[in-house]
């Protein structure tokens, strides 16, 4: 008698397990996360904008590279012109777009700086100020002594 009590319990703790999971077990519905695919002129934008990217992290790379000597000054003479030639090239693209398109997408800029932040209010200082206890007397005007 006493396994009948235990397959139904066992049975009761599969079924309890089954229900728990079951949320997990099904296939998730998936909504449409897709994002709308920029065309035409903002397309043309962000490429731009890669490009102009890429040329400056070139620049900044070849800069850094110089500095701390993995470039010579003559490599880098002959490096350098190409690049920036490059950066104003994507530069001047990228105004020229703009000026005909209008700034088609904003680009993301840095969060407003906050400011300095608040000083605390100053805290009074005791009267009289604990170095001075007492406030000095006034010194005896120096006069000579008649007996010299």
């Known amino acids: 008698m006493t396994w009948i009590w235990v397959a139904l319990g066992a049975a009761l703790a599969v079924a309890a397990v089954v ?17 709308d695919a920029p065309s035409g002129p903002a397309l ?6 890669e490009e102009r990217d890429h040329a400056l992290a070139a620049l900044k790379e070849l ?17 350098v012109s190409p690049l920036r030639q490059g950066a104003a ?7 020229e777009h703009d000026a005909r398109y209008g700034p088609v997408m904003t680009e993301p800029y840095p969060p407003p700086d906050e400011g300095t932040p608040p000083m605390p209010e100053p805290v009074p200082e005791p009267y009289p100020p604990p170095d001075e206890g007492t406030p000095p007397s006034v010194p005896p005007s120096w006069e000579p002594d008649p007996q010299e």
């Open 44 to 49: 043309r934008r962000i490429e731009l904008a």
């Open 89 to 95: 090239a994507a530069l001047k693209a990228l105004d």
């Open 19 to 35: 229900l728990v999971a079951l949320p997990f077990l099904r296939e998730p519905e998936t909504a449409d996360d897709r994002l």
């Open 63 to 79: 800069e850094f590279d110089h500095r701390t000597g993995k470039v010579t000054d003559d490599d880098y003479r002959s490096l």
